[in-house]
């Protein structure tokens, strides 16, 4: 059950708890400059734009595909988690127990797969690829 937890409950954002706000993704979306060279985006309203980011910055957030000075040591953070968290709590991390490296999304996997490292595709046939692929459909059925 200690380690399961994580696996069968929802976190705080699916069970709507927790909404997740991006800083300057409104203004963002109405610079429209900024989409002149994305056919599918250039004609579409600001809150078209708005959402159509807010999901694949979601998309890049809920794949772990981060990157911070604080994730480039991993040993050194389940220390830390060790030291910090109580054994004995549901939360804290087991002796043997390793935290996920984040992945490294990429367009295309390449045939040799870097060791250590776990890749996510992006590409066309993935699902941002799909729904980025679906979204150009429905604005060119639009214009």
């Keep these: 059950m200690k380690r399961g937890w ?13 909404d997740i706000h991006y800083k ?20 579409q ?3 078209y734009r708005k959402e159509f980011l807010k999901n694949v910055l979601d998309y890049f957030r809920t794949n772990f595909a981060l990157d911070h000075k ?9 220390d830390l988690m060790r030291d ?12 043997n127990e390793n935290l996920d490296k ?8 390449p045939s040799q797969r870097p060791k250590g490292k776990y890749l996510v595709s992006m590409g066309l046939r993935s699902n941002l690829g799909k729904y980025i692929n679906r979204c150009s459909a429905e604005s060119g059925s639009q214009n």
Excluded: C, H
Excluded at 70 to 78: G, H, L, P, Q, T
Excluded at 103 to 109: K, Q
């Design 102 to 109: 984040p992945a490294e999304m990429v367009i295309t996997i």
């Design 24 to 43: 300057n993704l409104d203004k963002l979306s109405g610079l429209d400059d900024r989409f002149e060279t994305l056919d599918f985006l250039k004609y």
């Design 45 to 47: 309203s600001k809150e």
């Design 84 to 95: 910090r968290l109580s054994s004995d709590s549901l939360w804290s991390l087991d002796y």
């Design 6 to 18: 994580r696996y069968t409950l929802p976190n705080l954002e699916q069970v709507a708890l927790l």
């Design 70 to 78: 604080f994730f480039k040591d991993i040993a050194n953070i389940e």
